[in-house]
């Protein structure tokens, strides 16, 4: 059975840093969060306080409509799984899977058979009886996942649990462990700083910079509408273009950018100067021998620095002026446009947007 979880301005201070501010943020029973944020920005802490291994300087935080600030960590009935959380090597597979509900003092045939059915939930039946330094790196992360949900949790959390897997391997486990969400119907809060894993497993993404909750949106939202400079540079390539807002005429702004080229972008909800970052995304520019124009609004004239092929498309970076604008195209059999060759590159309005 899944289960809400919701933080109401929680906060974290190490001393004098602060390293989680105002986490406002609800999670729909059944949903699959991910927090997505560079190095030291408090994803593990946001973590552990849901978890109940550290406790919020201030906030609240609820399991449903159950306040969990002052429930032990045992109490609170979360699965977790973390990078290279080790399983206990003196123990065998079923033995380690068994744990939880050892310790929730649950009988033995009951104990056996949700042990089984975990394992089958992995695809690990037949790896009962070995012991930890017996599997792969995959297999054992497997079996953590066993672990982390063989007593039904109410909500599973989980750290970076992928990181440690080689490619393969963690394209692989991806797709398992968005498999076990979907038959268990669990509320997930994932946490990495790999924005492909978050992109293709969330229902939506939680933005963290600096202990703050940045952009809280599905991955298309988060892809396409970013709200500031950081996340539109996090998530994603991106170009991101000194501009300058003319007028606004119908919800769009009239900007010129770089030398006095004018354009017609979308404006982001908290635009409040004049000057801004044009924002847009490689594979929305369209690249052509110079004159050669297919879109009427931002259109800038360059010339060709760098083209990559890179199989399925080509990326081109362009000169224009002060500014290098990236360009991926898509490769349909057209002659590739070789350094030093003049172009003209051009997006449309709907495809861009104003950052302050
Ligand atoms: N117990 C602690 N005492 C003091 N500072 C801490 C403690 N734990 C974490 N920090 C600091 O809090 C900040 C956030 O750490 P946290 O582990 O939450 O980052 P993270 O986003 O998980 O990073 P990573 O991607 O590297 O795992 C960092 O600056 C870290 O140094
Ligand atoms: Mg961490």
């Not at 065998?92 to 056996?112: D, M, Q, S, Y």
């Not at 017609?264 to 594979?283: D, I, K, M, N």
């Amino acid at each position: 059975m899944s289960t809400s979880l919701e933080m109401k301005k929680i906060q974290k201070w190490y001393g004098a840093l602060h390293v989680v501010r105002d986490f406002d943020l609800y999670v729909k029973p059944g949903e699959f969060l991910t927090f997505l944020g560079p190095s030291g920005s408090g994803k593990t802490t946001a973590l552990k306080m849901i978890a109940g291994f550290e406790s919020p300087s201030g906030g609240d935080m609820l399991l449903g409509s159950r306040s969990i600030v002052d429930v032990p960590p045992y109490e609170r009935g979360i699965g977790m799984v973390f990078q290279n959380y080790a399983l206990f090597p003196h123990m065998t597979v079923a033995e380690n899977v068994a744990f939880p509900l050892t310790v929730r003092k649950i009988g033995r045939a009951e104990t056996e058979e949700k042990v089984l059915r975990a394992l089958q939930l992995v695809k690990m039946t037949e790896y009962r009886d070995r012991y930890p330094n017996q599997l792969s790196g995959g297999q054992q992360q497997r079996i953590a996942l066993a672990r982390a949900v063989v007593f039904n949790p109410s909500i599973l959390l989980m750290d970076e649990p992928l990181g440690a897997l080689d490619r393969n391997l963690r394209e692989h486990m991806k797709i398992e462990i968005m498999r076990i969400q979907d038959e268990l119907n669990m509320t997930v809060v994932f946490v990495t700083h790999d924005q492909d894993e978050a992109l293709t497993m969330s229902d939506r993404v939680a933005v963290i910079n600096e202990g703050r909750l940045i952009q809280v949106a599905d991955s298309r939202s988060l892809y396409y509408s970013p709200q500031d400079r950081f996340v539109a540079s996090f998530v994603g390539e991106s170009n991101l273009l000194p501009c300058r807002v003319d007028r606004i005429e119908n919800g769009a702004g009239k900007v010129t950018i770089g030398a006095a080229t004018s354009g017609v972008a979308r404006l982001s909800g908290q635009l409040g100067g004049e000057a801004g970052w044009l924002f847009v995304r490689p594979e929305h520019v369209d690249i052509g021998p110079l004159g050669v124009i297919p879109n009427t609004e931002n259109v800038l004239n360059g010339v060709v620095k760098d083209a990559l092929f890179l199989g399925e498309m080509t990326r081109y970076a362009v000169r224009c002026d002060d500014e290098t604008i990236t360009v991926k195209q898509q490769n349909r059999g057209q002659a590739q446009l070789a350094g030093g060759t003049p172009v003209t590159v051009s997006w449309d309005a709907a495809n861009c947007i104003v950052l302050n």
